[in-house]
């Protein structure tokens, strides 16, 4: 017969087993719950039952494979390079520089009273501007006429 130490080491030995037996069984069982709860979300259960009805569509044939004819070798692209021509690209190269004062036009004149009615101002707004850029191109600026309540 075992001695009372003995059967209290077995005892406390089939009491760990028995608890560590529970844990696994409640880490297994919490996880079938878990992939059930996902599958009816997704309706990934639905989805199969609905398929094992319905008759499988027929598959698409693929097309053969056909080796290619003639092909080149990969290869590093090569080109030569050409400037534009005219040696001009687009756009305005500055400074930008007026050559004639008169070549500048201007809207008809305008008189513009303040609103007490003690000064009165007489503009001619800027119509038109030539100027020549640094390739001597020229660019021309056209200024609409001002309305005269903004004034």
Request: aromatic share 4%.
């Amino acid at each position: 017969m075992a001695t009372a130490e003995q059967q209290r080491r077995a005892s406390g030995a089939a009491m760990e087993a028995a608890r560590r037996a529970i844990g696994s069984n409640n880490t297994a069982a919490r996880r079938a719950i878990g992939a059930s709860m996902e599958a009816q979300r997704t309706g990934r259960g639905l989805i199969d039952d609905l398929n094992s009805v319905v008759t499988p569509m027929q598959q698409g044939r693929t097309l053969p494979v056909i080796e290619a004819r003639g092909a080149r070798p990969a290869a590093r692209g090569i080109a030569n390079y050409q400037a534009p021509a005219g040696g001009r690209g687009g756009g305005i190269a500055s400074p930008l520089q007026e050559q004639n004062y008169a070549d500048r036009t201007f809207h008809p004149q305008q008189l513009i009273e303040s609103s007490d009615g003690l000064f009165t101002l007489r503009i001619e707004p800027l119509q038109r501007l030539v100027m020549r850029d640094a390739n001597n191109a020229e660019a021309v600026f056209l200024f609409q006429a001002p309305p005269a309540q903004d004034l």
